[in-house]
């Protein structure tokens, strides 16, 4: 258990925590031992830029149990703007470390979204690579209304203590925000992509690339109908150099 709360950060009204990868599986541990259910949020410029557009959405954010640093994006951001963030803690790594934890502590998973086929999959990898592990449930389905019934009870038979959902953001953070009562799992957190990761159907960028903060560039090369989504990375940048301009001529420094 982290005996202090973690640092908020505040990027345009949109709240980030300034936890690292130990500090997060330590949160977890606790929440699992706690067994209230509760949301967490992987939160990158693009989860930013949609929460300035939605309400709702930057609602489930700030209010989410933790709101994780993903993207370096956020942490050049934060070291420009007087927060600085301390590490980068993704999704689509953070479903390994989590799964790794879980085979040791005996935490049961439920992998729900991605395509057909590939939550199942990427359970089976998972299982393979983390001696122990039980995964006790995988679906894909979707987050639309007519589906929520079914899926809420297929989650609360299976009775996990760590339920990964991917339907890609916000859809898959508003449907665990819709049905976190309901589905009474103590850690349910919205992954994206990591299942196709995971399984390889999805490359991830060189190491280079992720640590230079080139990952974004490197999906648009893959995956060109992203273009649209990209825009809201620069957006964020522009918008975070307006700021830090502004800070400079008014105190002649960033912001504390």
Sequence with gaps: MIETSPKTCNFFG?????????EMLLCIEDFIAQGEPRQIVTVNP??????????????????????????????????????????????SDGVPRIAQRAAAKGWRLFLLGAAAGVAQEAAR?????????????????????????????LVRRAQPQVLFVAYGHPRQDKWIARNLERLGVPVCMGV?????????????????????????????????????????????????????????????????
Excluded: C
């Design 14 to 22: 949109v709240r980030v925590d300034d936890v690292t990868w130990d």
């Design 46 to 91: 693009e989860f930013v830029m949609e929460a300035r557009r939605d309400p709702q959405f930057r609602a489930i954010i700030n209010n989410a149990a933790l709101a994780l640093p993903d993207g370096v994006g956020l942490l050049w951001a934060g070291r420009m703007l007087g927060q600085p963030l301390r590490e980068r803690v993704t999704g």
């Design 125 to 153: 990898k998972l299982e393979g690579r983390y001696t122990g592990l039980e995964v006790v449930g995988t679906f894909a389905g979707s987050p639309a209304a007519e589906e929520e019934e079914h899926i809420v009870g």
């Design 192 to 256: 994206g992509g990591a299942f196709d990761f995971i399984t390889g159907r999805v490359p991830r960028a060189p190491l280079w690339m992720q640590r230079a903060g080139l990952e974004h560039f490197y999906r648009l090369l893959r995956q060109p109908w992203r273009w649209r989504r990209q825009i809201d990375v620069y957006h964020f940048g522009l918008l975070t150099l307006l700021a830090w301009v502004r800070a400079r001529a008014t105190t002649g420094f960033p912001p504390a």
